[in-house]
């Protein structure tokens, strides 16, 4: 089945340790974003690529880091993991040129950061 | 600049209830509009669009939802809430490459 997925489904990790979360689709889409899901505060954009080899600053890119170095993954690293990175994470994609085309989400990453 | 504002972080309604959730938006361009669901502990699915042609749009499980520039707004509507209605809703509006999602209604259902 055509769609995105994300690994692992949920981590805890020690603070100051070095994450990567991984993004995977299969649907041949340019647009990739990497989001964060926080109680009250919905969903923040962390980082985007809007075709492999290119990326962009979102939201709230502070202390997150992604690579696109093909169309099909695209992994979020946490360098020096904090508790305010707990969160639930999203990854999305989109097919590109139309601004009408909606976003495809994967099942999420639960990450707690002790 | 593009941005979502979703009205009452919390909806309770009775199961078989109208479900009005609201939305509204700012933005620079024509928008493009989005509503999308999220069950307990999974991503987020497509409810409905609004892209271009006819303002009311209706979705899966039998949402629709109106497309009102004049008043910004673009809330999601269900004649009769089901139980399994219970969810996350956000609303989103996509500008170029970017989607910016408001913050999200959580819908309760009471029997």
């Known amino acids: 089945i055509a769609g995105i997925t994300q690994a692992p489904t949920s981590q805890i990790l020690a603070a100051g340790r070095r994450m990567t979360l991984r993004c995977t689709q299969d649907?041949?889409?340019?647009?990739m974003y990497w989001y964060r899901q926080d109680l009250g505060l919905g969903l923040r954009l962390i980082h985007y690529s809007n075709t492999a080899g290119t990326t962009g600053k979102g939201e709230v890119p502070d202390g997150y880091s992604v690579s696109r170095a093909n169309t099909d993954d695209f992994p979020l690293t946490l360098a020096s993991a904090v508790p305010s990175q707990t969160s639930v994470y999203f990854c999305?994609?989109?097919?590109?040129?139309?601004?009408?085309?909606?976003?495809?989400f994967g099942q999420g990453t639960r990450l707690t950061v002790v | 600049a593009q941005s979502v504002t979703q009205l009452g972080s919390h909806v309770s309604v009775s199961e078989g209830a109208l479900v009005l959730l609201r939305c509204n938006y700012s933005?620079?361009?024509?928008?493009?509009l989005f509503w999308y669901v999220q069950y307990p502990n999974q991503g987020l699915q497509l409810l409905l669009k609004y892209t271009t042609g006819a303002t009311l749009v209706k979705g899966i499980n039998g949402f629709e939802a109106e497309f009102k520039k004049s008043e910004t707004s673009f809330h999601l509507t269900k004649p009769s809430a089901h139980m399994s209605d219970a969810a996350e809703y956000f609303c989103a509006v996509a500008a170029g490459n970017q989607f910016y999602f408001g913050t999200g209604t959580s819908l309760t259902v009471i029997p």
């Open positions: 933005s620079s361009v024509p928008p493009y």
């Open positions: 649907m041949r889409h340019n647009a």
């Open positions: 999305a994609s989109r097919a590109r040129g139309t601004a009408n085309t909606e976003a495809f």
